[in-house]
């Protein structure tokens, strides 16, 4: 009703959610509505589920706040009625809230879901009870699905006779500020992060996550004396696995401060800090020719080397080769611009989209990524004379999915485009980012992590520096940056590791391969430490 803004204005709206009832709402008593039509909302609903943005700010359950509103990406793993006005929704998305949280009172007879996932899960799953409007469609979601909840409420609150507060989610009724239920395709770009970020926990974990009470409830210890034990032992676990040189025998880092370099040890250590403290800027490009670090550049840079090379028009003479077909047209915006796409053929056919590499020239960030969102491989070319060639090398040479691949200025010397014809004449053309590099004349940076640990034992603190590119967190460096989900289980991982506002006896142990360098220049000569051959343990991750 807010859109109608004239007399003899008027209009049909529906609701957007997959599943409720097709039912238009409107100003006018008198209006056609047809079934093409009513079958075009229906595509309508289920593109809004994939591309629409999210209407307010997103959180993870790790992240939430008393008296916020936000929205949650999530799986069902659990439902029931509540009463005739609202209805309970259990839902995790792998982390686990800060807070407290309210336990709807059910019957266990009412709920539904597989019952051993929901006990596992009872350290990670939260309640939410929607309202009104909502219940509707909350009955009718299917158990596993995944959903983005639009607009929950949290709210803290105690109960009657309790000391202690707790938070309570609510999706109030009614559809302002986008309220809603949505449920999300299999192919959303947001499920497949959180599935792949769910499949990676290890459940089994989870049910070590139990509060003093709910041990003494399950009767595993008989008194104080076998819970001391207990706890004791899992203090000495380490959280990091040796993956080689099992026959080192521990040393003290004061032996190992006090030795000469280059040599190997293997350590027992705390965790007492780490740098960066914000963990993306632990991202770095490594040359493994030349051994320089580079910082990775940012979305602003890429978008300025485009603009600037949309300055130069595509070359006709250069389109529609044996090895490629090409497409051109202008833009309609007051720039004008001429956009060239060039689609790499195989044995002359074009390929499916998710096997085709395109060169593109003149096109924006917003449209280059689009694109990488479709086709296997893009790269960001513009015209010579004689050939296409890549941008300057501060630009990737490459985007695959989210990830952009760059080259090192110093060590690479790049060639003609024309040189991936020869992958193209490969009988099964893989496109692999190396092989392309190769051709092209490029040296690849590789995406590492850089940190730096300072690891004390009681006889000594040592700084160690980790120089990893998926081995230490079991995490691609190449795809943190582009992957919410990564993010936040390396952040659980360094908060296991280092668990924040603990003492230091209560930090718990690591046990490390560390190997010392010298590093010496005309002025002075020093020793460093480098971690390696170490991974998180499983029951971590």
Request: proline residues 4%; charged residues 20%.
């Amino acid at each position: 009703m807010q859109g109608v803004t004239s007399a003899g204005f008027a209009s049909l709206t529906f609701d957007g959610t997959i599943g409720e009832p097709i039912v238009p709402r409107t100003s006018s008593k008198v209006y056609t509505f047809m079934d093409e039509e009513q079958k075009t909302i229906e595509e309508l609903r289920v593109w809004a589920a994939s591309n629409l943005s999210i209407s307010g700010p997103a959180a993870k359950l790790s992240g939430v706040q008393p008296m916020l509103f936000f929205d949650l990406t999530c799986q069902l793993v659990g439902k029931a009625k509540v009463d005739g006005s609202s209805y309970l929704l259990k839902v995790w998305d792998g982390t686990k809230c800060p807070y407290p949280t309210w336990k709807v009172p059910v019957e266990a007879r009412d709920l539904e879901g597989e019952k051993v996932l929901l006990h596992q899960l009872r350290n990670l799953t939260v309640d939410i009870l929607v309202y009104d409007n909502h219940v509707q469609l909350a009955k009718s979601l299917k158990i596993g699905s995944f959903l983005r909840i639009y607009s929950i409420h949290t709210k803290q609150a105690s109960a009657d006779g309790e000391d202690g507060s707790h938070i309570e989610f609510h999706l109030h009724g009614g559809t302002c500020y986008g309220r809603g239920i949505g449920v999300l395709p299999e192919s959303n770009l947001d499920v497949k992060e959180l599935k792949a970020f769910l499949e990676s926990m290890d459940l089994a974990d989870s049910q070590n996550m139990e509060t003093m009470s709910s041990v003494e409830l399950d009767g595993t210890f008989n008194n104080v004396t076998d819970l001391e034990s207990h706890l004791q032992r899992c203090q000495q676990l380490s959280v990091t696995v040796l993956t080689d040189h099992q026959d080192l025998n521990n040393t003290e880092l004061k032996t190992i401060l006090n030795s000469t370099a280059p040599q190997q040890y293997r350590i027992r250590a705390k965790l007492r800090t780490y740098k960066p403290q914000k963990l993306y800027q632990s991202i770095k490009l490594h040359c493994s020719k030349c051994n320089c670090l580079q910082e990775v550049p940012d979305g602003d840079d890429f978008d300025f080397i485009l603009q600037g090379s949309a300055l130069t028009a595509p070359n006709p003479e250069l389109h529609n080769t044996s090895w490629y077909d090409s497409v051109m047209w202008t833009t309609q915006d007051q720039k004008q611009r001429k956009i060239a796409i060039h689609f790499v053929k195989h044995d002359e056919m074009l390929q499916q989209a998710e096997d085709t590499l395109l060169m593109i020239e003149g096109g924006t960030l917003k449209e280059v990524w689009k694109l990488t969102k479709r086709f296997k491989c893009v790269i960001p070319v513009r015209s010579t004379e004689d050939d296409l060639e890549l941008l300057d090398l501060s630009a990737p040479f490459l985007l695959q999915g989210n990830i952009k691949y760059y080259g090192c200025k110093q060590c690479s010397t790049p060639k003609p485009i024309k040189s991936l014809s020869s992958i193209a004449a490969q009988q099964r053309p893989s496109w692999e980012p190396n092989e392309i590099a190769q051709v092209l004349g490029i040296e690849p940076l590789q995406y590492v992590f850089i940190m730096t640990f300072t690891l004390v034992d009681g006889t000594g603190a040592l700084n160690a520096y980790l120089f990893d590119y998926e081995k230490f967190f079991q995490i691609p460096a190449s795809e943190i940056l582009t992957n919410n989900f990564l993010q936040q289980k390396m952040q659980m991982t360094m908060n296991t590791l280092c668990p924040p506002g603990r003492k230091l006896d209560d930090l718990p142990w690591l046990e490390c391969f560390i190997k010392s360098y010298n590093v010496r220049d005309a002025m002075q000569h020093q020793v460093y430490y480098q971690i390696f051959d170490t991974t998180v343990a499983e029951d971590v991750v």
